[in-house]
């Protein structure tokens, strides 16, 4: 049987040059690099100078171009995940539109699902290109949370870093296995409930202010830790593989806490779990595509890989995705 596949076929990915240490941090509020560590796993992270999410998104889409051969000429869509956009409206993806010249007509969109966005734009874009709507797209996830983070609260300033990955998706064919290349299941999941346990507490029709992150930090850690290993989980089981067959798994990059935790819910070892937390924080929907991008440059991740995605973040939103690199 031949079906339509989405293959991803290049990575980019950027980084804001501004390193902020633990250290740093710890003349900024009350606190110290061994509570950072210990709690959390992050040593450093990104700090954006001036530079906004659609100038890394810029770089990022730039460097996945170059890795897939390809130019904007070449794509239908950009979908930009992030909770941090240049402005209110237009989106991000059409400042990327002018920026990177993109053709005339190519479907510009940013997706809102907090640190699940990249996820939920890939799961978007492999539908539409199964459903033979398009058939190549750039796929961004991106923030500059170093903006929304309120520089003066301990319980959140030392968690976050800015930054940008990307991916281009093209359509492939396929024989409907699990061998194939390609995007072999996704799955998204959502829950109201948990509004607001975890939120930027502004908003244009509420405060008219962006806000800052606030959040239930025990509440969000133990969901997450489930949400994560369900969501792995499920696209394992659509595609008929076991945790066995997997190369690897990128959990969102929040905490390395959670990402240990899910590693062994999933009964991976170590050094299948990709951790990207201790050098870029949590980027939210840029941890993903930035751990991909990283790991396939350095040549850790290869053709042929299969890996799970999974994402968990505001709403509660959470999702996975299983891809044969
Ligand atoms: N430095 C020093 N002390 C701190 C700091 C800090 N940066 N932040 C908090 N503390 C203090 C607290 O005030 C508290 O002090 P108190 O007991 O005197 O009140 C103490 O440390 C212990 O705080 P706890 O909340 O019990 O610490 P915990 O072990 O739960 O760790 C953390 C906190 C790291 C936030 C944890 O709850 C967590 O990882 N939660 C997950 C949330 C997360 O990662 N969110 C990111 C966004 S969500 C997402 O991406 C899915």
Redesign the pocket.
Known sequence: MTLIRSEIVGFGHCLPQKVLTNDDLSHM????DE??RT??GICTRHISEGETTSDISFKAAQMALKSASMTAQDLDMIIVATVTPDNTTPTVAAKLSKRLEAKYGAICMDISAA?SGFVYALTVVDNMIRLGQIKTALVIGAETLSNIVDWTD??TC??FGDGAGAAIVRATQGNGTAEDTGILATKLYADGSHYDN?IINGGVSTTRTAGYVT?D??E??KF?VNALSQAAETVMEMAGVSSKDVDFVIP?Q??I??IEGVGKKLNLPEEKVIVTVDHHG?T?AASIPLALSENYHAGRLKKGDLVVLTA??AGFTWGGALVRI
Do not use: E, P, Y
């Open positions: 509020v009350d606190t110290n509570w950072i709690r959390t640190c301990r319980n030392v968690l975890l959040m930090g025990k969000v850690f997450a969102h929040a905490n806490r959670i949590n939210s968990m973040g």
